[in-house]
């Protein structure tokens, strides 16, 4: 390995690490403070009771893939700080960030039909999951499209490395 590639400064990677952390405990936090608060909702509003534990098994999967995608973006930037991003492994890490986000996806469109089928939505909450899933769409698009890109620079790291 040649230590002369430039590499991250390294107190961006423990900032980076450390606001990743911050946001998975937050996560952890939200998962444990989620079923007394749909409980909270479910007594103020009884009318929708019976929607409180599809919609809060939605929420926690939801918040489980966030903590997920956390965990792997964590993961590439240890990677890219240690110069090992350009192997194949680097690409499993971007492919469950994929799956996660399309999950993610199809739980805001369960959500949606909860919803609706409960007739508790407003128009607001459906521009609201509707927008969701479009941001969702784009990043799984975006991130696709790098995944190419590394996918490239794995192929041309290697050929570098078998004529050196």
């Given at each position: 390995m040649n230590l002369d590639l430039p590499r991250p400064p390294l107190p961006l990677v423990v900032a980076t690490e450390v606001l990743l952390g911050v946001l998975f405990l937050v996560g952890l936090g939200a998962?444990?403070?989620?079923?007394s608060f749909s409980a909270n909702v479910a007594t103020s509003v009884p009318e929708y009771a019976d929607l409180r534990d599809p919609l809060l098994a939605i929420a926690i999967t939801l918040t489980i893939l966030g903590l997920i995608a956390l965990a792997m973006v964590a993961l590439l930037v240890h990677r890219i700080y240690s110069l090992t991003v350009l192997t194949r492994p680097s690409l499993l890490w971007v492919d469950v960030l994929v799956v996660t986000a399309?999950?993610?996806i199809v739980l805001i469109v369960t959500a949606f039909v909860v919803i609706s089928k409960g007739q508790a939505g407003s128009p607001f909450v459906a521009l609201v999951q509707a927008?969701?899933?479009?941001?969702?769409?784009?990043i799984v698009c975006i991130?696709?499209?790098?995944?190419?890109?590394?996918?490239?620079?794995?192929?041309?790291?290697?050929?570098?490395d078998e004529v050196v």
């Open positions: 998962i444990a403070l989620l079923p399309v999950c993610a927008m969701a899933c479009l941001t969702l769409m784009a991130t696709l499209v790098l995944r190419s890109l590394l996918r490239s620079a794995i192929v041309m790291r290697a050929e570098l």
